[in-house]
């Protein structure tokens, strides 16, 4: 095995393994996680960190609009990449535009609505909703407006009036659009700290760790968890030792030959 190829193999095991930790840590912190209502969360003497499950609601200021798909939502996620067409098609290291909203929001249950505290949030929306590569063009260059042609996603972006600077598209230069969203009475989960206030409670960021939400029932269910556990442990920790140990039985048979 070449030196190369032995050292990727070693990557490629160690990249599996880390995987492996990591998806075996979150159903873990799930499970040692009490589960409670949102009227639980009210009761007396309620504290620290919880998780709840219910149907995200829009929050103080109202639903938000996607701005690609136009989906009511309660948090959205905008990436803009360029693209290059082709097989395999490729896209660059860093995205031309990202904007994602830090806007509470709401979690029902039935039993009562609790406010997620959303700039502390680690959002884990799924898939994006949508993915779409389409071509910058240039209508009137005399015009400011001009490479926003009416009806495509960049007029959307520009449309949907986001904070920050717009996106600077060039002329000709494919685009590829992601969006990911969590829309209005969406089931979901979220984990995180109990923050009682005058308006009602909170669930905010925890003692530890991050306030988690996600799409569906909470991860201690998750389909898959075993067989990505069995290719974690079973397929990484192999490939990283078979890697290494090559990669480190070439190189010894390099010193005799460097000491002479």
Known sequence: MARGGAAFLGVVGVILLVQAVMYQVRPRRMRRTPRTTVGGLAAPGTYGTRQVEGALRPGPGGPLTAPLTGTPCVWYKLLIEEYAPGFPSRTSNAGVYEQATRVPFGLDDGTGQALVDAPWARIEPGGPALVQAEVAAVVDPARPDARFRPGTLAD????????GPPPDLRPGTHYRYQEWTLPVGTAAYVLGGVHP????????????????????????????????????????VPSAVLGFGALAWQLAALLPHAAG
């Open 156 to 163: 959307r972006v520009r449309l949907a009036r986001l904070p």
């Open 197 to 236: 206030s005058p308006g009602g409670v909170v669930l905010g960021r925890p003692e530890r760790g991050a306030l988690l939400v996600g799409i569906g029932p909470a991860p201690r269910a998750r389909t898959g968890f075993r067989g990505r556990l069995w290719i974690g442990y079973d397929l990484g």
